[in-house]
């Protein structure tokens, strides 16, 4: 997570590329869970290459919240 007041700084977009760039070290695809409602979210991950799979599931938080997700993928190409 970057926070507001980071955004629009490219530090998301710095923190995604490595990440994606070391999952690829070890990895040919990834997955990943987000809030539905995330709408700021669920633009930047499109926005970063990850597709929606159409698969969704209800998440609950370490005190217990429950909400609805929904899943990501990416195909991870090492450099």
């Not at 070890?26 to 709408?39: G, I, K």
């Amino acid at each position: 997570y970057v926070l507001a007041s980071s955004w629009g700084t490219g530090s998301a977009q710095a923190l995604m590329d490595r990440a994606v760039a070391s999952l690829a070290e070890s990895f040919t695809s990834a997955v990943l869970w987000t809030h539905t409602e995330a709408e700021r979210a669920r633009r930047f991950y499109a926005k970063s290459g990850w597709t929606e799979t159409g698969n969704h599931r209800q998440e609950t938080t370490w005190d217990g919240l429950a909400f609805p997700a929904v899943e990501y993928e990416r195909v991870l190409v090492s450099r």
